[in-house]
């Protein structure tokens, strides 16, 4: 094994080569880095939250409002199916969880079933259908989501929120946010160099569900007043300034799914508004909308509030149009940014918040960069006194394994967080644990009067069983951390994991090509260590 071939002198060479050029950049000053050669590496370590300051938010998605949605959602579209087959109904409302519908001619019954039983519903994940239509022994027809829709509409709720959360955050100028799931309907969100929560739940935690529903002036005001309002239709608060509230259908006309752009803008009084252009299925609907309800009013609603509700003077054809309300500049910004990254599927509850000042991130840098030093020292001192010059090449290899570590987390962009750099400290630790094992094996073999290079040779080869099986189990451990974990757990395992590879490789093959070139010039008579 300590045969010098050429693969162990070019392995090492290039695990050096990569170690320096993948850690300088993490010591040079910026000028001098961006002075460099745009084909050297320019990727510094991530801070994590804890080690530069930040906040930090554990949201859930609401599936109760979620599925309330769902439903309410399958409810129009039975009243929709309905209206286009001209049949009228003496029942058509949620009972529980089912869209129960009674027709007033019982001969419709097979005629709407079929309609709803084709017309209705989606896929699951797996491919299956995901709601049943049947009729009841009274002649009613029934539509249900299946079980399994509500787990995968929460999950994919779930994958989508984390999109939208990431656009938004960007929007904001944030470096490097950590967003991750936890659990099955929770959202772990970092966001390093961000000192107000309060800012950042205002721009994540905002459904930012933008609808243009139709205004339903036929409704009295009394009838407003005693909450008598048809089951087609809905009552809305109102932020325009001009009514408390409106009437408003629930089908929506065009949908905030449909834009393409978001901005911001001034009306034609210099007043603050948001710029918007739909899609070409937007600006058909939208268009085909305006132009046959001239002189009446629609109105614009964010997540169920109406912040404007202009009067329709002529078909809007354009596919685009400004929105105008009580803005200020910064309202009409930030509304812009919620649109432009799109809707959340479901609102967000804010569990639990966090804030880390810059100040405590710089002391957290500082004590780390204490304890590695502290940690690496006191390493050195013990492989160096207890085994000498073989000590020196456990040392040697024990830099080039930190340069690894660091250059690979470089490399990846990875978060480097406080617990990351005790998976550092411990990594270490675990590399001369490695040459502890093999230079005790070889001392034994001495002893039992081996020549030199036999219980060298002997030592690696005996040893490479055990060092093999704890860091197995150790990598085991790694990825566990890693898959269930979250934020500085997960930093932990990641840099664990990079730790145990690298310290396997410069334990046992730096240290085997160090030792080979000592025996190679040296020819000793005995082991240093014997």
């Known amino acids: ?46 801070l994590g939250l804890d080690l530069q300051g930040g906040s930090s938010l554990l949201l859930e998605v609401d599936t109760d409002a979620l599925n309330k949605e769902r439903l309410t959602n399958l409810t129009e579209d039975v009243r929709q199916h309905m209206r286009t087959l001209n049949f009228e109904t003496t029942q058509l409302g949620l009972v529980g ?116 529903q139709m205004v339903d002036q036929t409704v009295p005001p009394e009838d407003i007043a005693a909450g008598r309002i048809p089951a087609y239709d809905e009552y809305l608060p109102s932020e325009d300034g001009h009514s408390a509230g409106y009437v408003v259908a629930k089908r929506a006309v065009v949908t905030g799914e449909m834009l393409t752009r ?131 090449y456990a040392a040697i290899a024990l830099v080039i394994n930190v340069l690894m570590m660091i250059g ?14 005790a998976g550092l400290i411990l990594t270490m630790a675990v590399a001369v644990d490695a040459n502890v094992l093999i230079y005790e094996r070889m001392r034994d073999e001495a002893n039992a009067g081996r020549t030199p290079m036999a219980a060298a040779d002997t030592g690696y080869r005996r040893a490479m069983v055990s060092i093999l099986d704890a860091n197995v189990t150790t990598m085991i451990s790694a990825l566990i951390m890693f898959q269930f974990g979250a934020g500085p757990v997960k930093g932990f395992a990641w840099t664990l994991s990079i730790g145990v590879i690298t310290s396997v490789f410069t334990a046992i093959v730096v240290t085997q090509l160090l030792i080979g070139l000592w025996f190679r010039f040296a020819r000793p008579k005995a082991l240093p260590i014997a």
């Open 262 to 392: 978001a901005g911001f803008t001034n009306d034609e009084n210099g007043r603050p508004a948001v710029s918007f252009a739909f899609n070409g299925e937007g600006a058909h609907k939208f268009g085909r909308i305006t132009a046959e309800n001239i002189g009446k009013p629609f109105a614009i609603v964010l997540d169920k509030k109406i912040i404007s509700a202009p009067v329709i003077n002529s078909p809007i054809t354009a596919g685009n149009g400004i929105i105008t309300g009580n803005f200020t500049a910064e309202s009409a910004t930030q509304l812009s940014i919620l649109l432009k990254s799109g809707a959340l599927p479901a609102p967000l509850k804010v569990e639990q918040q966090r804030t880390v000042g810059a100040q405590l991130g710089a002391d957290a840098v500082r004590a780390g960069e204490i304890s590695l030093g502290i940690g690496a020292a006191a390493i050195f001192a013990f492989i160096i006194v207890a085994y000498g010059m073989f000590g020196v």
């Open 408 to 421: 690979a987390l470089s490399m990846t962009q990875a978060t480097l967080t406080l617990p990351g750099i």
């Open 1 to 46: 094994m300590l045969a010098l071939s050429r693969w162990k002198i070019i392995a090492v060479a290039l695990s050096l080569v990569f170690g320096i050029l993948f850690t300088l950049p993490n010591v040079l000053p910026q000028a001098t880095l961006d002075s460099m050669p745009g084909w050297l590496p320019h990727q510094k370590l991530n």
């Open 97 to 212: 969880d089912t869209v129960v519908v009674r027709l007033k001619d019982p001969t419709q019954v097979p005629a709407a079933f079929k309609d709803l039983n084709t017309g209705l519903g989606g896929k699951l994940a797996n491919g299956a259908r995901d709601i049943t239509v049947k009729t009841a022994s009274d002649q009613s027809i029934q539509v249900a989501y299946v079980p399994e829709a509500a787990d995968d509409a929460a999950r994919s709720a779930v994958k989508q929120s984390i999109e939208i959360i990431r656009r938004r955050i960007d929007a904001l100028g944030t470096k490097e946010p950590g967003i991750t799931q936890q659990g099955t309907n929770r959202i772990v969100v970092e966001a390093p160099g961000e000192s107000d929560p309060e800012k950042l739940k205002a721009v994540i935690g905002k459904t930012a569900k933008l609808t243009f």
